[in-house]
């Protein structure tokens, strides 16, 4: 149970950034400088933290900072007609970059860390106790977001706007959706979300900064998650506790198997993305049904319909721009 | 309520799709909208429904004149459109499509919702289950769905684009029952069609449009001759065309189904000899196209059998239909015929292809140039193709194509052109023929396919009629099998 | 190169600014950087070696690029290459001439490169798995075999540690050329030729053709008859076999530390992308962005020891500099209404 506290310690940071990409790709826009803007929301986060010596300015510019370069992704997207991986990856290496510059000052210097806060009653609850309720703030803030972000998109009409709005712009537009104003504003919603993943991973999980942070590649796992969440809130969460779990399982290898080298194991994880994602975009591809139809009628039905369970299917207006009416 | 257009206009560019349109349609009534393609009703009926702004003209209901904005202000009005393509939300569930875009508060109310949907899918009798992928229904499904959903929204006045295309017959049986049941509520119907069964089964007036302006409103019951003389025109005199000996069989096409995700193509057999010229005729979206890119090899059949020139290719792949002498010429010049960014030059270089790793840009250009010249292309073989015209770019098609070809498919090979280039480009390819080529195209033009074809295949529903032979066919005739009777 | 003057200006601007929040002089940076770069004989060796791997990159880039493709993987093709010349080099050190050993290094460093990008090809042609994550993943295996390697059965003799396998002896080292007064490295003359090469072959083969054709249509390159599925994986072949040269030349240089360590791709692979995506398919323009983002890192290395600045400043600009042009040309297509969506990034 111990181990289970750990992943659930470690894992608000990851879920943040899931729930805001999640959001953001289900409008259409992909902010693909999330690697990039995990180290800059940190150090920020961390540093104006220290600054103001206080914890609710650390995270709210963080989030700041997110909605911000979310509002340039969008920018350059919708107003702009620019290609958005290019942006995006540009922008992720801008981000990086500035982080370690403006970092240099706040490295290795102890700050604000959001104090272990464990819930008077609840903490008694046996088994699921110790694990929910003995954590942090921010810890219990993500189990806030996640519940928020789900009942926001499947129970509410702004939600379901999104929804519409990501899976088929045309009909949304011709029902009345700004789908242009939609996307500017869940571009930056969701940068804001990573931000405050970004300040959740130096005001709590991994507190403080350093260049390199360590924490570099789990933007890019981030993005996975989503697309393996099949751009579904909760499934996403479940993904960022499996990658929490797996990242958490390492070190726990690592004291099995002494003889390995220990830089190695941290590095596990982020192979297993590949093999995730192959399994859930494998249904799709053309060479997977010719391999399928040699098989037997009903062995291809169940394969069939396990691939489809597993499957992920981007919101369809993912990355392409909507043309204005004539 | 009381739907009156007075004169809309609507021009894209030179074309000119409404041209001072009037009509009338009662309260109460379900309207009939007939026409070819390219006669203007679907830039009609977006106008109606607030896709587009007309360029002039009025639109009065129940006698105030009103402007119509948007979809979403079209629906405010009570006009309400059901596309050919289902405008929906696949991935949704149907509660969620039918509730997306409907007014309300912040939290979902999707009780009433189910409750609105269960009560209105009664009173039509239509079965839809709320919690369904959309994706996961049919056409027919989707289109009952998207007709509660402006129901409930209030529409007074419904429009209905071509909606029998992809459904089955129960599902039709079931959507003209519920049209009558409007109708009989005070509401308005729509029925945009080519079919004229249908539009006459359904009814009580039809406006019939013709090249972009009103052929005729008629009242129904009206004589299937007259509506055909409306939509198609007068019997053009025929050029007399000089018959070729026709050789061995080149293209055998025997039971064809091809499966799409909206139509299906089922048991169609063709048989074309060297020099013949098919034309495929019947509107868009009913399997020409299908047909087409199944026999040249570009989409995997479900059954039957393709043989070129002797050879059985089913199943093989679309280099080896090339190798066999197969061309297809696509409708869209521009991003599937001719690869934009690139020039004719270099056009010229990727057909010319070969075992060579580098390519002579020299000998391409000089080819480049005496095909710019014999084929009158207006350009140079430096030109990015999307700079080229309409016409220039139809010319580079054909100018790229190899000299000896078994079969030619073409689709809409002179769409938008005007009638020099058009004449220009149907000189050449008849020139093939002598060569031995097969001529298999698509058109909506009924002038042109009677004009150049040897034979007919009227395609509808995914079905085709027998092969008509154009020297004794007559316009009534055709009309009546595009309309889909007999079929 | 358009917008290139007031992108610079704007740039310069806007690290001005960055550095003044931190209390640094702008002008004393940028001067550092500047002298860091070409101040003395040894700077402008070491920004000509650094310029090498860059251009291998950049070089196999223009293939993948021209056919639509984003190949993010190229840093573990790097990587690839870089174990396979190390794998050959430890194989072979005692046995022949060295120039043979170094020869032959090379070419498993293509190999090697050339495979690692061919499976992320695979990934994308037959497992529809978009070449952006699937290539990300194999960098991250690429690391984590690296490290294995590292420590595991490549590790110093004694002390296994991250900083990397036992140097390789002088001898086979990469030579240097001597232009007074500076020992120029040789792997300088293998960049600029690779990237001639590929812009050349761009231009100049079927191959080339074919992948500008892919990555305007891909289905209107189908239906010309165009093998779309066997050039795209050549493409990915193509790149990752130069990315590998670069990985050799980042073990062999004489510049270089002579040894893999984890982390040998140093980014490379990825500041190529933004040299491509300013330069575009000229050669001329790749040429001479590579050899100023090379003089840019190189330069910033001084600035932490003398201005306490990190040397990622370097990055600042280098990023910001194509951020900005890409935003221009966006701002300049918006104003001449010109066509939109630009599908290739170039």
């Not at chain 1, 922008?91 to 104090?115: I, K, S």
């Not at chain 1, 499947?154 to 009345?176: D, H, N, S, Y």
Request: hydrophobic share 50%; aromatic share 6%.
């Amino acid at each position: 149970m111990i181990l289970a506290a750990a992943v659930v310690a470690a894992s608000p940071p990851i879920i943040f950034a899931v729930l805001g990409e999640t959001i953001a790709e289900k409008s259409g826009v992909i902010n693909l400088s999330l690697d990039g803007l995990l180290l800059l929301t940190a150090m920020a986060g961390f540093a104006a933290a220290r600054a103001a010596d206080s914890l609710l300015v650390g995270m709210a510019t963080a989030m700041a900072v997110g909605a911000l370069v979310g509002l340039v992704v969008a920018v350059a997207s919708l107003a702009l007609r620019q290609n958005q991986v290019a942006t995006g990856f540009v922008l992720m290496l801008l981000c990086q970059n500035l982080a370690y510059v403006l970092g240099t000052p706040v490295a290795h210097v102890p700050g604000p860390q959001v104090p272990h806060s464990p819930i008077p009653l609840l903490q008694q609850v046996p088994i699921v106790g110790p694990v929910l309720f003995r954590q942090d703030a921010l810890v219990y803030l993500s189990f806030a977001a996640a519940a928020a972000v789900w009942w926001y998109v499947f129970k509410t009409r702004p939600g379901l706007m999104l929804r519409g709005a990501g899976e088929q712009p045309a009909a949304a537009v011709a029902r009345g959706v700004d789908v242009v104003r939609l996307r500017y504003l869940y571009a930056m919603a969701g940068g804001a979300l990573v931000g405050l993943g970004g300040a959740a991973f130096s005001l709590a999980v991994k507190p403080g900064w350093s260049r390199p942070y360590g924490i570099e590649g789990t933007g890019w796992i981030a993005l996975a998650i989503v697309i393996f969440g099949n751009w579904d809130p909760l499934r996403a969460v479940a993904g960022a506790y499996l990658f929490v779990l797996l990242q958490t399982l390492a070190t726990v290898l690592q004291s099995l198997m002494p003889h390995v080298p220990t830089q190695v194991f941290p590095t596990l994880p982020f192979p297993l993305m590949i093999l995730a994602l192959l399994l859930v975009t494998l249904g799709n591809s053309e060479w997977t049904h010719r391999v399928l139809r040699r098989l037997p009628a009903a062995a291809r039905r169940r394969v069939l319909r396990a691939l489809r369970a597993l499957e992920a299917s981007p919101p369809a207006a993912l990355g392409v721009p909507l043309e204005p009416r004539e | 309520m009381r739907v009156e257009l007075r004169g809309i206009d609507k021009s894209f560019g030179p074309v000119h799709a409404n041209d001072g349109i009037g009509l009338v349609a009662e309260a109460g009534t379900v309207h009939g909208i007939l026409g070819e393609n390219g006669a203007g009703k679907s830039t009609l009926m977006k106008i109606l429904s607030g896709f587009l702004a007309p360029d002039r003209g009025e639109i009065v209901l129940d006698g105030t004149r009103v402007e119509i904005p948007s979809p979403a202000g079209a629906i405010r009005l009570g006009i309400g459109m059901l596309h050919q393509d289902p405008l929906d939300f696949p991935p949704l569930s149907v509660l969620d499509n039918f509730l997306l875009g409907s007014p309300g508060g912040l939290i979902l109310d999707r009780r009433r919702a189910r409750d609105a949907l269960a009560a209105l899918a009664a009173q039509f009798e239509f079965a839809l289950p709320p919690d369904a992928r959309c994706d996961d229904l049919t056409v027919g499904e989707r289109q009952q769905l998207e007709i509660l959903r402006l129901l409930w929204l209030g529409a007074r006045v419904l429009i209905l684009d071509e909606p029998t295309t992809a459904i089955s017959a129960p599902q039709r049986s079931k959507l003209f029952a519920a049209l009558r049941t409007m109708a009989a509520q005070g509401k308005t119907v729509f029925f945009v069609s080519h079919k004229l069964e249908e539009v006459q089964a359904l009814c009580s007036a039809v406006t019939v449009l013709w090249h972009g302006r009103v052929a005729g409103q008629v009242s129904m019951p009206c004589e299937t001759v007259r509506l055909v003389q409306l939509m198609f025109g007068q019997d053009l005199p025929r050029s007399h065309r000089r018959g070729i000996a026709l050789g061995p069989p080149v293209l055998e096409a025997a039971h064809l189904t091809v499966n799409d995700a909206r139509l299906t193509l089922e048991d169609v057999s063709l048989e074309v000899r060297a020099g013949e010229v098919i034309g495929l005729a019947g509107l868009e979206g009913n399997g020409q196209r299908l047909f087409l890119l199944a026999c040249g090899g570009l989409t995997r059949v479900a059954g039957g059998r393709i043989r070129i020139a002797g050879r059985d290719l089913t199943g093989r792949s679309y280099r080896q239909f090339l190798a066999a002498g197969v061309a297809y010429v696509p409708a869209g010049r521009l991003g599937e015929g001719l690869i934009p960014g690139l020039t004719l030059a270099e056009h010229v270089a990727i057909a010319a292809g070969g075992p060579a790793v580098f390519v002579d840009w020299r000998a391409a250009t000089r080819s480049a140039a005496e095909r710019v010249g014999a084929f009158h292309i207006r350009g140079t073989p430096h030109t990015a193709v999307e700079d080229l015209s309409g016409g220039n770019q139809q010319r580079a098609l054909l100018a790229l194509l190899p000299d000896a070809l078994a079969v030619l498919l073409m689709e809409h090979p002179t769409r938008g052109l005007d009638l020099e280039s058009a004449e220009e480009i149907w000189r050449r390819l008849l020139a093939r023929r002598t060569q031995g080529t097969a001529i298999v195209f698509a058109s909506s033009d009924l002038d042109e396919l009677l004009e150049r074809s040897d034979r007919i295949v009227v395609f509808s529903g995914g079905r085709t009629a027998a092969p008509v032979d154009t020297s004794r066919a007559t316009i009534e005739q055709l009309g009546e099998l595009i309309g889909g009777k007999g079929m | 190169m358009r917008f290139g003057l007031t992108a610079l200006v704007l740039t310069a601007a806007f690290g001005a600014g960055i550095l003044a929040v931190l209390g640094a002089s702008p002008l004393e940076a940028y001067r550092l950087i500047v002298i860091g770069a070409v101040g003395r004989p040894e700077r402008v060796a070491f920004v000509l070696a650094a310029w090498a791997p860059i251009l291998l990159c950049a070089a196999g880039l223009l293939f993948t690029f021209a056919a639509g493709l984003w190949n993010i993987g190229i840093e573990g093709q790097v990587i690839f290459g870089a174990v396979f010349a190390t794998g050959a080099l430890r194989a072979l050190e005692h046995t022949g001439p060295p120039w043979i050993t170094v020869l032959l290094a090379g070419l498993a460093a293509i190999l090697g490169g050339g495979v690692w990008g061919l499976l992320a090809g695979a990934l994308r042609a037959y497992g529809n798995v978009n070449e952006i994550f699937g290539g990300l993943g194999l960098n991250f295996i690429a690391g984590s075999l690296t490290v294995y390697l590292v420590l595991g059965p490549w590790a110093r003799p004694g002390i296994a540690s991250t900083s990397g396998t036992l140097p390789f002896p002088q001898t086979v080292w990469l030579p240097t050329l001597t232009i007074p007064p500076v020992a120029a490295p040789t792997e300088i003359l293998l960049g600029v030729a690779a990237m001639g090469v590929a812009a050349a072959a761009l231009r100049g083969t079927y191959f080339g053709l074919h992948l500008l054709a892919i990555g305007k249509s891909l289905r209107a390159a189908h239906l010309r008859g165009i093998p779309t599925t066997r050039e795209v994986l050549r493409a990915f072949a193509a790149c990752g076999g130069l990315a590998g040269l670069a990985g050799f030349v980042l073990v062999t240089g004489a510049y270089s530390r002579h040894q893999l360590f984890p982390l040998i791709s140093g980014g490379n692979g990825f500041l190529a992308i933004l040299v491509v995506l300013l330069a575009g398919y000229s050669a001329g323009a790749g040429i001479l962005i590579s050899g100023v983002f090379a003089a840019i890192s190189m330069g910033s290395l001084q600035l932490p020891l003398a201005m306490q600045l990190d040397s990622s400043m370097g990055g600042v600009i280098q990023s910001a500099l194509v951020l900005l042009i890409i935003l221009l040309r966006g701002v300049q297509a918006r104003v001449v209404h010109r066509e939109g969506v630009s599908r290739s990034p170039l």
